[in-house]
């Protein structure tokens, strides 16, 4: 056991470490990416505004001064290139209408093209045009910004400065690596801090799940001991919470196996027995024969209605559980149903009363038809079952402005105040005797809750037991 302890200790240490390491090399990188690319654009940003700025200013300069022939221009450049004072820094260039340089501050590359899409960009828009990139004569990365020169609404010219971007570049390798210096200082406290952290916490870790792996195992009900603090602690508290409820819905699960079992068995052995019976009987005895058959239908009739709880409980577990909806008169579904079991209520002593409400039209709602028949079946089954002691069973239906409302009502013994929180609950039976699943109430509350409605039940004045069904009415489209 020790053993297996420590392989899951090293497990965890490797795991926690590769996996928070990781999460932070990531998020430096990404960090470390985004100042660069910040960097990189705000030098050459920057730059490249210097660089607009003064042409702009030179250019204005030019453009006022008294030109009336080209030599007048050629002299006013020649006179503002020679007095440049950034020459060091930058080269100064004016080009003519066919990119070709005239006069530079490098007197060298006077006669060439520099060939840059800086420059045509400039003469075709007659606006300032920046440039980064390799000087097609040098290979040298540079960085440009061509203005052009307008005389009289035409372009004559272009004033163009160009600089090295060397410095530029030196500047964010600069910055860069101390950024990612930085970042390596983070990833090495980060790291350690981690070792501190994992020491503290990795061990206890182990034992809690040790104990999990007992629960997990089959030992429900198993509570460990909690001598940690913090969230270790409030860890175990809902761990032997967890280990509390599952035991619970262990035995819960356990009854209800038994309690359905119990429930398939009675009315199979009614309907075997009287099969039987009537089967070997030879007397040709109507009576006998009526009630053999009315005993072999209502069993069949509760063992389907069974059955088919069963089905629709399995459907809302596994997510299968759907709704056709389309337009349903719901007074007609709900009238139907009602007089439908009025007449098998009448055979055991229970009267069924209606109030129809005196509507005057039919409210309409969207719902599935099949699963609101199986609602009102459920409901007036329950009431039959629990409270058909009372002889009685009432049925209403009223219509608001945005909700129908459909009642349910008997008049037995009703339930016991402290059972009323749990009485929608899956499985729950409470003290009642009554045959059944334990599941009718629960179906009923997951269809209505998904027709967008609401299901109460309570105990009445007067005794007994009313449940109300709220569903939305459909609404109008102007």
């Known amino acids: 056991m020790k053993i297996k302890m420590e392989t899951q200790v090293h497990g965890l240490r490797r795991r926690w470490m590769t996996h928070s390491m990781s999460i932070i090399l990531v998020i430096m990188l990404v960090v470390c990416g985004l100042f660069v690319a910040s960097v990189v654009t705000y030098y050459y940003n920057s730059v490249q505004s ?269 997510g299968r559980f759907t709704l056709e909806l389309e337009p349903v008169d719901i007074q007609a579904e709900f009238e139907d149903a009602v007089f439908t079991y009025k007449e098998l209520f009448k055979q055991d002593g229970i009267e069924v009363c209606y109030d129809d409400g005196g509507l005057e039209e039919f409210p309409i709602i969207d719902g599935d038809p099949e699963r609101l028949k199986q609602v009102f079946c459920n409901l007036l089954d329950n009431a039959s079952k629990h409270g058909g002691s009372g002889g009685r069973i009432d049925a209403s239906i009223a219509v608001g402005t945005e909700m129908v409302l459909l009642t349910i009502r008997d008049y037995g013994t009703g339930i016991p105040e402290e059972e009323l929180p749990y009485i929608k609950q899956k499985f729950y039976k409470g003290s009642s005797k009554a045959r059944g699943s334990g599941i009718g109430l629960a179906v009923v509350d997951e269809i209505v809750t998904r027709h967008g409605g609401r299901f109460d039940i309570g105990n009445a004045e007067g005794g007994g037991c009313i449940a109300k069904l709220y569903l939305p009415l459909r609404q109008s489209v102007a």
Not at 53 to 70: D, E
Not at 228 to 246: C, F, H, P, Q, W
Request: proline share 3%; hydrophobic share 35%; with cysteine.
């Open 50 to 318: 210097t660089l607009e700025t003064q042409a702009k200013a030179a250019v204005g300069f030019m453009t006022r001064s008294v030109i009336s022939n080209h030599e007048d221009y050629y002299a006013l450049a020649y006179n503002y290139t020679q007095n440049f004072s950034e020459k060091d820094k930058v080269e100064l260039q004016f080009l003519n209408n066919e990119g070709k340089i005239e006069i530079s501050s490098y007197n060298f590359t006077a006669g060439l093209s520099p060939g840059t899409c800086d420059i045509e960009t400039a003469l075709k828009s007659g606006r300032a045009s920046p440039f980064v990139g390799e000087d097609p004569h040098t290979s040298e990365k540079i960085i440009a910004v061509s203005c052009p020169l307008i005389y009289d609404g035409e372009p004559v010219g272009v004033m163009r400065y160009v600089t090295s971007a060397k410095l530029v570049d030196r500047q964010i390798w600069t910055s860069c690596g101390l950024i990612c210096g930085v970042g390596f200082a983070i990833l090495v406290m980060v790291f350690f801090s981690n070792m501190v952290f994992i020491r503290n916490i990795v061990e206890p870790v182990a034992e809690v799940t040790e104990a999990v792996q007992h629960i997990s195992s089959g030992s429900y009900g198993l509570q460990i001991q909690n001598d940690y603090r913090e969230e270790i602690g409030a860890l175990v508290d809902s761990i032997n919470e967890m280990s509390t409820k599952i035991s619970q819905n262990e035995k819960m699960q356990r009854e209800f196996i038994s309690s359905v079992s119990h429930e398939l068995r009675t009315p199979l052995t009614a309907i075997n027995g009287w099969g039987e019976t009537l089967l070997g009987d030879t007397s040709n005895d109507t009576v006998q024969l009526r009630r053999g058959v009315g005993i072999i239908l209502k069993e069949s009739r509760r063992l389907t209605n069974m059955v088919e709880e069963l089905l629709q409980f399995s459907r809302m577990q596994d």
